[in-house]
């Protein structure tokens, strides 16, 4: 059997690619000069399978999606009081070359606009590290996001260097209130830099699939930044990503994202899958034409909105039952599915609502395939509170999903593989 | 056995009593003499169940939570389209009383803000309804997602218009602009009286639950509104409904909500629970102090954060076991949890890798406890394409969650109740 | 012989009469059905000459015309303080429908912006008047400035009140930050009272003169308004009477000046000239554009800019010269021309330098023409100096220009009426 | 006799002097340890006296005073158009580190702003200087306006340019929206070094006289700028000179004015004088507290404010006679004071109403002391039309100061040096 995956890829892809709509960027000739008609998507699962379709493998430059992955590793390398001291999480509506600082306190709004961005290029690696070193820690970074080594195209940050000058005065406007601390000019060649890495659709399929799994990356398995970080910059990426069109974006698309002005475009669906397109064209937002078709039809294709409101599930108690008798007696509940707060609650009702007469009380979790842990918490405390209720409590729990095997030990009920083991065993 | 979740209410509560920052709204003297130390929360799951802790049966006016919800009704009876022309979705960035129109088309730039939220109140019932039965849809809408029905508060009515200045040079501006095309005042009265419904902590917790619950009313089942409707709002919920503190809250708490100035504050979590809070006192945003602060702790001790990547799953492929030999082999397996896209293709590859050699190959779903509508057509067409391969190909699926009843006729698989008998027919 | 004057203003309405560019007001039909080939010009002159060309007896409404002059009503009747408490000085450099409220204190930026053209009419008349008292001052007020009585167009009102939307909308907004202290929509009615009363362009020369002469009305000689007000009136036309296109006209055309919707256009040069144009079609800020080219015609004609440097004068010192011999000497200096601080700073001067050996000092002011505070303030102490030199001093000021008669008695010195009397005096 | 000027002068520097408000600039430790206490005033006529009070030759660096004297001479090098197409002229209402860039052409809003002052230092001298040549045709420049070599404080220009930041924000700015075509950091050295050139406070008022007096220095006598760029100078100054306080120095003051951050402040009356103080703690607008606090006490005290009605003037008509009898039969006419438009006007009116029936006419103008251009072409027209009507005409004109030698030739009059001389002639 062939996976019907890579079909639908292609005729997605095919169905856009009539659309010339849009512009190349115009401000510096490598970009204007762009081959217009490359196109391209790729996929990466969370467990790191990767799709592609298109141009897959040419490479171009990362601009502006380096931002969220940036911002990623400021906050894993300087911790999130001393980033949001420089660089807050608000919306501005507004472009993304706005300058856009807080009256005030002259934070620049968000990490997604440039002022941000650069703000945020400033707090990469260790503090006071040489301009080159932090290129350096960038690179290094977004790489790991890649799992291969990325470089610098050294033409490209030339020619952006030389119309750098909205930059510079950002810059400079941000040394003047004191976000940024070092040299301005300095601090825009290390950013232009940074966006002037070159990556693959491939790379950014990977880089995003490492957001959707919780800052693992799923090629290498290394966590390549803490999963709270990974949160602050999907919620950074949701509101802010998408500049002036972030509401459009977020009602329409639903993905977390972020675009390039090269043509790159990636978002991310925790969870799930990292997925990135290449188009060169722009639409008036700047973002690419092709790539937001691509991801609307993504997202209503595949139900990937993050505000979907996510199918009704079978009951999480998929048995409840009275087996056996007398001092053998036991209540036996079997659950099922990935339980989360509301599935935690729904049990724990369960259990209340059935008030269980017999001795012992099976709670089988073999059927469970995830749990969380507030989950996790409340169905110990059932058990707990069970036990102190008189019963004898055994947790079915072949693969340790729910019991902590190293503090075993405090527990007042049984873990046990397989549910026959609680039939054997004598009442304690 | 008591059920823990009581507790954890009563114990969040406790936790934030002493909390006496803030202030009540003070430009009428029925929310200026509001007794400040009421304080109250109450959960409202999807399947119903309702938690409450604190004053949670004392009304008190709905005031702007009843945005989302009207806006909700607004979608409903006209149209995504009708709405769209004449109210944004893009954060503003700015507070509520902020006019923010878009430049040119005098649009104001989402229904949250004040200038958003009384265009959609006149967006609300038929077209060229009259003033007092849009009022009446509105009340009966709102009813609806409580569950109850709920009554305008005359006095705050009264004593809003008199202090209702602001919007009524907000309703001018917008019919100068032909955002509106009715008499500004009567829109605005009706607006008022919107704002002035009462409500209880546990009514706010159902409506909540409603969106929660893709728009189906846990305690009634009524459909109040489509389920595309609940996914715009939302994420307009999720973007704009806490004003200028909307990327703090998107970055801190994740949950999709919406404060009044009575100090009311709801959160809605798709597919989990419905959340309200009840505190008068305001913080400098606006919105309730010690309602923050629940919330706050809610999504924290709860991984409640909509941008919270889930925990990593068991695979969903519980079981890939060869069975039986000669024409009565068999490839079974056996799928689990609940799947979406990412399930659905792992399983498609699982096949895909496995290469199956069996006559027979069968497809387990006894154990799925759910599956979305992008899964179900992925998984179908695996079924299609082993068939096409040449195989036999059994679908167990004892509760019809995937195979469609109804078109089962141009399937080219059979789908069965247990595994079982697949070993029991004739190969075919 | 024939004046030039008249012929001087025919050849310039001539010049503009073939440009037909802009629109007229479209608002209202009104406005929008207007002749708008009607043109015409008047000037008046401080002392009560009125010159005339094309339509200048045709009636239309004063409009935004209306606000120095309303403007310089409610400082005469509330004082400066009182207005200014409600009301800005500052140039806004919006459009004259920007709201343009100042931060914090929402206090209008100006009285030339409808925001504050608003609530200078709610400062007209006395505290707590009535509306409709309040807009018969008003109306009672332009008149004294026209010296006719004028009345309000009511059809024209009317129908202004039905597209009132946005001064509604300001209105409310001020009525919210207490700028406006009474019910918005009865003040809106009477600014729309204000603007639709009825004027000739020769009424609105007359109007023009009348603060170009200090407040006196050049053909009642009644002083409408004291002169203070006139300054502070002058000013703001200055700096804030052409809107958004404010410096383009201070720096082209250089006269204070307002603008109105229904096309006319008055300016006021101090100690001059007012001056009034009328012609429909308006220029994209919002001017009558025959108007505008016919001032900047005249400003370049007649050199009437404000900031025109003067012509360098001949010395205000006309003779300096010694007299007669022993004890008889004189020491005479012969003063002309207007002296204002200036020009007393150089008599001064010359009197020092001069260090006069002879018994009499005789100041001739016969050929001085005019003379302000200062300036006789100055020379009056010159006489008191020379006098408590031991000088003998006679001051010639026939027709009483420089000495005070009322406070003679307090002067060391002699006044006369002619140069010989102090030959003929014996010494003191 | 002793002038009572200085004594003014004292008097009114000590009413200011235990006026301690303000703080000095605090951005470079240079201007932080200023002398607080330095106190100066200095008036500067048209004819070239200085009068001083207190340090009036302290040097300190001009800063922002030199904007309106760098914006004459990028007017006089480039000429208007040239300067306008990069710098506009409207109010911005916004303090002086704005970056007020007008939308879509980024074109700073007016010169006294820094943005506009640095693209104004970038117009000074040639096309395509070198940014050395241009700083040293600026410091010409400035010197020419003061009547002796002035030069850059190297000190507080490298100070300066350490905490340039802001400053490289806007040249950054400006040259992305190419209003700037050179290097901006260049442009922004030669801009900080214009700022620290040093001035005594008697320069500034020599400065100030040069732009009261058309442009030549009272001093040297030399044109050192157009008298037209005078008046634009002049106007630019009356409207965008005090930043965001520019409405209440209008209202309150009324003498065009700038003021530097070290603590001067320039006053220029055009015709009359410069006026230049010296305090270097700055109130909340950036002014100078006492300085602003004087030219308050100078304009009242004076009657210096632009917008004054000058005072009502005697008849510039100061005698209309009939002389003589028979074919001897003279009209005469005697002319006094300064003639401008309504003056000529007045006397144009007095012929037409006289009706002339005399043989001759005699036009004096012995006792005229200035006159411009319209009127001078005014009253010629009178005598023209006069020899028309069949009169003979004699122009009595000992100076010179109506009838042009040149174009004598041209007229239908007759010039004399007396009145006498009409009654001796011959008629024509």
């Known amino acids: 059997m062939k996976s019907m995956v890579p079909d639908y890829l292609d005729a997605v892809l095919q169905g856009v690619r009539s659309d010339t709509s849009g512009e190349r960027a115009q401000y510096i000739p490598e970009l204007a000069t762009a081959d217009p008609d490359l196109l391209s998507a790729a996929f990466a699962t969370v467990d790191g399978e990767i799709y592609g379709s298109g141009d897959v493998d040419v490479e171009f430059t990362i601009q502006s999606i380096s931002k969220p992955f940036v911002y990623a590793l400021a906050l894993a390398d300087r911790g999130f009081d001393a980033v949001h001291a420089k660089v807050g999480v608000e919306p501005s509506g ?14 620049p709004r968000n990490p997604m606009i440039n002022a941000g961005a650069i703000t945020v290029h400033s707090l ?81 399929a990977v880089m995003a699939a490492t957001l959707a799994n919780a800052g693992v990356n799923p090629l290498s398995g290394d966590q390549v930044i803490p999963a709270p970080v990974v949160r602050q910059v999907l919620t950074v990426m949701a509101t802010c990503g998408m500049y002036d069109a972030a509401g459009d974006w977020a009602t329409q698309v639903g993905i977390p994202a972020k675009s390039g002005v090269a043509g790159g475009l990636i978002g991310a669906l925790p969870g799930q899958i990292g997925i990135a397109t290449f188009s060169p064209r722009l639409d008036a937002h700047g973002n690419s034409a092709r790539g937001v078709s ?14 979907e409101v996510p199918p009704t599930a079978r009951s999480v108690v998929r048995a409840n039952e009275a087996r056996g008798s007398g ?46 842990d507030v989950a996790r918490r409340m169905l110990l405390e059932v058990a707990r509170r069970l036990s102190l209720d008189g019963h004898d409590v055994y947790v079915v729990d072949p693969d340790g999903i729910v019991a902590d095997p190293d503090s075993r030990a405090d527990h007042r009920f049984t873990v046990i593989g397989h549910i026959g083991r609680a039939a054997h065993r004598r009442s304690t």
Do not use: K, W
């Open 327 to 372: 001092a053998e007696a036991m209540r036996v509940l079997e659950m099922q599915g990935g339980i989360r707060f509301a599935g935690a609650e729904r049990i724990v009702r369960e259990v209340v609502d059935t008030v269980p007469q017999e001795p012992r009380v099976v709670l089988d979790f073999t059927a469970v395939h995830s749990i969380d």
């Open 94 to 107: 507004e472009a993304f070359n706005e300058i856009s600082l807080e009256p005030g306190s002259g934070r």
């Open 124 to 204: 990469a690696g260790r503090d006071r590290e040489s301009a080159d070193d932090r290129v350096a820690r960038v690179v290094r970074g977004l790489s790991a996001f890649a799992n291969r080594p990325l470089h610098v195209d050294a033409d490209m940050c030339a020619s952006e260097m030389e119309h750098a000058h909205r930059n510079l005065a950002i810059a400079h406007m941000l040394r003047s209130q004191d976000v940024l601390v070092e040299d301005p000019t300095a601090i825009v060649e290390g950013y232009v830099r940074q966006c002037s890495v070159l990556v693959t659709t491939r790379d950014l």
């Open 294 to 307: 691509l991801f609307e039809r993504y997202s209503n294709d595949m139900g990937l909105h993050v505000m």
